[in-house]
């Protein structure tokens, strides 16, 4: 294990073990959406506070692996004061790392947090695990009613 995998696979434990913004949030302008990803058992209700466009607050309840707690976990950090747009753009190029190429370097630097996930790839059965916090976010920017799926 190369010295950048371990200092990704500490993040990733790091995260899961003391995940941020674990708390569910309240208020008119608080909405929320529950994921669940049925290989794993993973459950989430994520919620994010949207004030004029912009997510002025994340956070997330919910019992699942370590991998979807870190994900959820750097999520909420890292969606903190994007506009909407520019939320879902970020769960659109985090579906893109973890499914597709490698991100290549200093092509998007704003996902450099989330790079730590990317390892996770090498096992199929956890990218679900990965992205589960994500395609919830992308469900309640679209405002989709349908569940969130985790089938790519
Ligand atoms: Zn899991």
């Known amino acids: 294990m190369s010295e950048l995998d371990e200092l990704y696979r500490e993040v990733i434990i790091d995260h899961g073990r003391s995940p941020r913004n674990r708390h569910a949030l309240e208020g008119e302008t608080v909405v929320s959406q529950e994921g669940y990803n049925p290989l794993c058992g993973d459950r989430l209700t994520l919620y994010l506070d949207l004030r004029d466009g912009v997510v002025a607050d994340a956070g997330f309840t919910g019992e699942g692996c370590a991998i979807s707690t870190a994900s959820a976990s750097l999520l909420t950090e890292r969606v903190q004061g994007l506009s909407v ?9 985090f579906r893109a790392v ?9 092509e998007a630097p704003e996902l450099e947090a989330l790079e730590v996930l990317e ?12 992205t589960l ?11 989709d009613d349908e569940a969130p799926a985790t089938t790519e």
């Open 119 to 130: 390892g996770v790839r090498a096992y199929p059965m956890r990218v679900k695990c990965a």
């Open 133 to 143: 916090a994500w395609h919830t976010l992308h469900a309640l920017l679209a405002g």
């Open 98 to 106: 973890m499914t597709d190429a490698p991100l290549p370097a200093g």
């Open 85 to 93: 747009a520019d939320a879902d753009a970020l769960f659109a190029r």
